[in-house]
């Protein structure tokens, strides 16, 4: 009777160990299910925002100089096209940190007054024989082009490399956005190249100092 007693506590035991290493797996591919679903709302949502900030392309300053700049009314319609792609399906809860930030910094500088823009006094930075107008047309573009790199950090899939060193004022905006975000994997190759002298419509490269 013994015997038979400490056999059905084995085979209870068993039982039991068995049940729990389902239900755990079971836990552990219902969250790796959530991630999926997850990323995949993430890359879609992504995409409209990479659409919407494609008006303010580069390749307007490579192509068209000074006169590329971003308008007023252009930076408008692109500072409420990313506030309805925000509030759109909550698209805004798919933001990770830092992209968040680099996000609503980006956002915020397309429409602000100079003396609210972030960094303090990031104007300065730009070139000086141009109205501060123009100034933060080029800065915007300069700043929504930071943004997709960010984006691209969060997919490692598209690698991380930034392909051309930074300005200053690009450097100092993000590192408003977080303090030491330049150490980051997306950012080193760009902080190992020489630092650029912006010229909004054509850019010379000087060496670090």
């Given at each position: 009777m013994?015997?038979?007693?400490?056999?059905?506590?084995?085979v209870?035991?068993?039982?039991g160990?068995?049940?729990?290493?389902i239900?755990?797996?079971?836990?552990?591919s219902?969250?790796?299910q959530?991630?999926?679903?997850l990323?995949?709302?993430?890359?879609?949502?992504?995409?409209?925002?990479w659409?919407?900030t494609?008006?303010?392309?580069p390749?307007?300053?490579?192509?068209?100089?000074?006169?590329?700049?971003?308008t007023r009314?252009?930076?408008?319609?692109?500072?409420?096209?990313m506030?309805?792609?925000?509030?759109?399906d909550g698209?805004g809860?798919?933001?990770?940190?830092?992209?968040r930030?680099?996000f609503?910094?980006t956002?915020?500088?397309?429409?602000?007054?100079e003396?609210?823009?972030?960094?303090?006094?990031?104007?300065?930075?730009?070139?000086?024989?141009m109205?501060?107008?123009?100034?933060?047309g080029?800065m915007?573009i300069?700043?929504?082009?930071?943004?997709?790199?960010?984006?691209?950090a969060?997919f490692?899939?598209?690698?991380?490399?930034?392909v051309?060193?930074?300005?200053?004022?690009?450097?100092?905006?993000?590192?408003?956005?977080?303090?030491?975000?330049?150490?980051?994997q997306?950012w080193?190759?760009?902080?190992?190249?020489p630092?650029?002298?912006?010229r909004?419509?054509g850019?010379?490269?000087?060496a670090?100092?």
């Open positions: 013994s015997d038979i007693s400490d056999f059905a506590s084995i209870g035991a068993a039982a160990v068995g049940i729990a290493g239900g755990a797996y079971a836990a552990m219902y969250k790796h959530v991630r999926a679903r990323a995949d709302a993430r890359r879609t949502a992504y995409g409209s925002l659409q919407i494609g008006l303010a392309a390749s307007r300053l490579q192509t068209a100089g000074r006169r590329g700049v971003l009314k252009e930076r408008a319609e692109i500072h409420q096209l506030i309805d792609w925000y509030y759109k698209n809860m798919l933001l990770d940190e830092p992209t930030t680099v609503l910094r956002k915020d500088n397309l429409v602000a007054r003396n609210e823009l972030k960094p303090k006094g990031i104007l300065a930075l730009l070139p000086a024989d109205s501060s107008e123009d100034r933060q080029c915007s300069r700043q929504l082009s930071l943004l997709r790199t960010q984006m691209k969060d490692s899939i598209y690698g991380y490399p930034y051309t060193g930074l300005s200053e004022h690009e450097r100092q905006f993000l590192e408003e956005c977080r303090k030491g975000l330049l150490k980051h997306a080193k190759a760009a902080t190992s190249r630092w650029i002298v912006e909004c419509g850019v010379d490269e000087a670090s100092s």
